[in-house]
């Protein structure tokens, strides 16, 4: 994808930054990013992502827009109720921007579909909301040499992970090799609306860097907060040589 002289003009504020200018436009252009779970994660990472200027998107979700989503799901309002979150978003995003590419799955993420899905794409952004997913996606990820970049959040605390598997890497198993056996979600745990956002949000700015191979990425660390103290800090992983991915990277 070619930057026009619109696009000169729509991505400026970008273009003058010294790290990114018009070769660095080109790169988010060309990007090809898969976003997993259309929800509270995944709607301000696919606003953020469509206004860098992404020129790729792939987004995966089954659901569709409830009442609930209202209050922290910013891409849907009241007269989407009842449609599906992915045939949704594709509309938002190509209102920002008709030139992206915009391919939608209305399935849940599963073994049998995953490679079908996400072969294509460079980029795996997980925004799910439960542990089975996100370890079948991070197991993926690792086995077909993926950036896998996810976030997580409940009740008043967020995480974000960057996970670089073309090269030697921690994974998710290495710390929870299993998923928890009591179910974890908003659903039950509860979330202040604004942790979406700020979750999401960093979770876009990982990709754009990533991309860019600027600033320092998330590699091998867990960034942890929390919405009311905004305390955030930076947890260093290691690789656990027992975890059942160590031969893959």
């Not at 060309?30 to 929800?39: E, F, M, Y």
């Not at 994660?41 to 206004?51: D, E, F, H, K």
């Not at 198993?173 to 202040?192: H, L, V, W, Y």
């Amino acid at each position: 994808m070619e930057l026009n002289a619109l696009d000169l003009k729509k991505y400026s504020k970008q273009l003058i930054l010294k790290n990114i200018g018009v070769s660095g436009q080109k790169k988010i252009f060309n990007s090809k990013i898969l976003i997993i779970g259309a929800g509270g994660l995944g709607c301000p990472l696919i606003l953020y992502l469509a206004y860098s200027g992404v020129g790729n998107l792939g987004i995966v979700d089954n659901d569709k827009v409830e009442i609930s989503n209202l209050s922290r799901q910013v891409l849907f309002t009241k007269k989407d109720l009842g449609k599906f979150k992915v045939e949704v978003s594709k509309k938002f995003v190509k209102k920002i921007n008709k030139k992206i590419k915009v391919k939608i799955f209305t399935k849940k993420i599963n073994e049998k579909n995953i490679d079908n899905i996400a072969r294509n794409y460079n980029f795996i952004c997980d925004g799910t909301d439960n542990f089975k997913s996100r370890l079948l996606i991070n197991d993926y990820c690792i086995k077909n040499k993926k950036v896998l970049i996810s976030s997580a959040i409940s009740k008043y605390d967020g995480q974000v992970f960057n996970f670089d598997f073309r090269k030697k890497s921690p994974c998710l198993r290495c710390f929870m090799p299993k998923a928890p056996t009591e179910a974890q979600n908003c659903d039950s745990e509860g979330i202040m609306s604004t942790l979406a956002g700020i979750a999401g949000s960093l979770q876009a700015n990982e990709v754009i860097k990533t991309i860019l191979e600027i600033g320092k990425p998330l590699f091998g660390e867990i960034m942890v907060f929390n919405a009311l103290d905004l305390n955030f800090r930076k947890i260093k992983l290691k690789r656990n040589l027992n975890c059942k991915n160590h031969m893959y990277v």
